[in-house]
């Protein structure tokens, strides 16, 4: 795989799975800070307690999915490099 190869994979591994992942964990808690800004200060903690449960689970699951597209791609390069050495 040449650099441009690897780099546009790269790109498409960022825009397809990192940024709408970002964008599901950004959006829920813009949601809460805008509810408690409305509410002011009175507000329900077990609501936001619960909405930061469920932001962590998105965030545990995105990493998982960074690590194992890191691995896949780490894979690739390394099988590349290798089948190069093997030619000359």
């Given at each position: 795989m040449n650099p441009d190869q690897q780099f546009g994979l790269t790109m498409t591994v960022i825009f397809a799975i990192i940024l709408p992942g970002m964008l599901a964990l950004v959006i829920p808690l813009g949601k809460a800070w805008a509810r408690r800004v409305e509410h002011g200060t009175q507000h329900d903690d077990s609501e936001t307690q619960a909405e930061l449960e469920r932001v962590k689970g998105r965030l545990a699951e995105l990493e998982e999915r960074?690590?194992?597209?890191?691995?896949?791609?780490?894979?690739?390069?390394?099988?590349?490099?290798?089948?190069?050495?093997e030619h000359q």
């Open positions: 960074l690590d194992f597209t890191e691995r896949v791609l780490s894979q690739h390069r390394d099988a590349g490099k290798l089948g190069a050495g």
